[in-house]
């Protein structure tokens, strides 16, 4: 299992790669209403769940960044790496 991602991360993730809600949850085989919910803060999904959105983002070419102090963040993956 992965280290879990926060609604931030999520959204900001998708905007980076302006990449829409209904095909993150196409690549990520979850339910739009599962993943609109963990956006908006409604709910948080099972860690099986975010693990499948968090894979998808990341082989799209995002890398999330740990809290370490200060706050979780999303990147672009550098190119080639």
């Given at each position: 299992?992965?280290?879990?991602?926060?609604?931030?991360q999520c959204r900001g993730a998708r905007a980076m790669l302006n990449l829409?809600?209904?095909?993150?949850?196409?690549?990520?085989?979850?339910?739009?209403?599962?993943?609109?919910?963990?956006?908006?803060?409604?709910?948080?999904?099972?860690?099986?769940?975010?693990?499948?959105?968090?894979?998808?983002?990341?082989?799209?070419?995002?890398?999330?960044?740990?809290?370490n102090g200060g706050g979780p963040g999303v990147r672009l993956r550098k190119?080639?790496?």
């Amino acid at each position: 299992m992965t280290s879990a991602i926060t609604a931030e991360q999520c959204r900001g993730a998708r905007a980076m790669l302006n990449l829409r809600r209904e095909d993150l949850a196409k690549v990520a085989t979850v339910g739009h209403s599962t993943l609109f919910d963990f956006e908006s803060g409604k709910r948080q999904p099972h860690p099986r769940t975010l693990d499948a959105i968090r894979a998808a983002l990341e082989a799209a070419g995002v890398e999330f960044i740990a809290e370490n102090g200060g706050g979780p963040g999303v990147r672009l993956r550098k190119q080639g790496a």
